[in-house]
């Protein structure tokens, strides 16, 4: 049931509307406390349109999150006039920021709440599946340039990118759900040493 | 409030039923759909017991992680015979594993369930914030004792124990929201060649 097929008058920037709302609410409440009434207080438009579409948060949510990862795959190619080291870094320091935006935090916060939904509910376990695969594609793309380059040692791609995967899934879930400044910052230097010893070692 | 001050006739066993019993349910039920009632059907004593020392199903579940967390610091100390390197690998395979025993899958579920309610409840935030600390504490002993074994490297052990719990606390993650098991073999393997690159490199 996508929204932006009844959205005639001007679909895209309705269901922008409605996306906007949500993230605001989401980031405002988290995700235990949010209802579909709480989005549709952030939502300028007509009320009845959310109602109308989306039988509850759940099905909202898990379209604002189809949403979110088009959004990212439609801009991930921004950064590719770097070398490989610089993205890996770049999206190291995103992701292991120590002080994040107040938004940022809590929208982080509504993301593992998000996430484990997927324990024991099916839909949610789909989408987290397909967006690990997402961003696991986008980082084997940067070791595979980085090998390319002749930057980094011939790694097996797929491990290196899942490991590091596995890091940013784990810094996420600690900066969500304990006081993790001193992890968040031990995590990152970690991850340069392993850059190092892992990937550049022997190299230039 | 302490359960076992009031458990007089025989507190440790009162208290380690009411344990095994919110454990069971937590397995059936998980998080979400737990209630004390449901807990209290698992329990073979008296149900008024539960309902007498605990107001609600947050507040039985956070003593049950602690009782968990007190009997993991407990038991901690049976494999000092190990040497570290095989103490890190059977940590890694412990967490790790593809194929788990039912239980402890929905074990694993239910405790990424638990530890996201920290992202919007201080007291499940405290206590995932001590357990971090505890499990860091427990890796930092054995890639300490790597070191004066003078198999490892010598190397920074707090950031090398944060590293590996993020690792840890990503792969629990992962595993309990997304069809993870290629992700857990390659993260697996992955901590191999970590190992073997920061750890244990110009050693014998």
Redesign the interface.
């Given at each position: 049931m996508p929204p932006e097929q009844s959205f005639v008058d001007d679909p895209d920037s309705t269901r922008e509307a409605i996306m906007e709302a949500t993230y605001t609410a989401l980031c405002e409440h988290?995700?235990?406390?949010l209802t579909i009434q709480r989005i549709a207080d952030e939502f300028p438009k007509s009320k009845s349109l959310l109602y109308h579409h989306y039988d509850g948060k759940d099905e909202l949510l898990l379209d604002f999150l189809e949403f979110m990862l088009d959004r990212f795959e439609e801009n991930v190619v921004c950064d590719e006039d770097l070398d490989a080291r610089d993205r890996l870094d770049a999206v190291f320091d995103h992701v292991l920021a120590v002080d994040l935006p107040e938004d940022r935090e809590a929208f982080t916060?509504?993301m593992?709440?998000l996430?484990?939904?997927?324990?024991?509910d099916g839909d949610?376990?789909a989408y987290?599946?397909r967006s690990?695969r997402v961003f696991?594609q986008r980082l084997e793309r940067i070791v595979e340039a980085g090998i390319e380059e002749g930057a980094f040692r011939d790694?097996?791609v797929?491990?290196?990118a899942?490991?590091l995967?596995?890091?940013?899934?784990?810094?996420m879930?600690?900066r969500?759900?304990?006081?993790?400044d001193?992890?968040l910052r031990?995590?990152r230097?970690?991850?340069d040493?392993?850059v190092h010893?892992?990937l550049l070692?022997g190299r230039r």
């Open positions: 988290g995700y235990a406390d916060s509504a593992i709440e996430r484990s939904q997927a324990a024991h949610y376990e987290f599946t690990d696991r790694v097996d797929g491990r290196v899942s490991f995967q596995t890091v940013i899934v784990g810094s879930t600690q969500a759900t304990a006081e993790s001193d992890a031990a995590t230097a970690e991850l040493e392993y010893f892992r070692a």
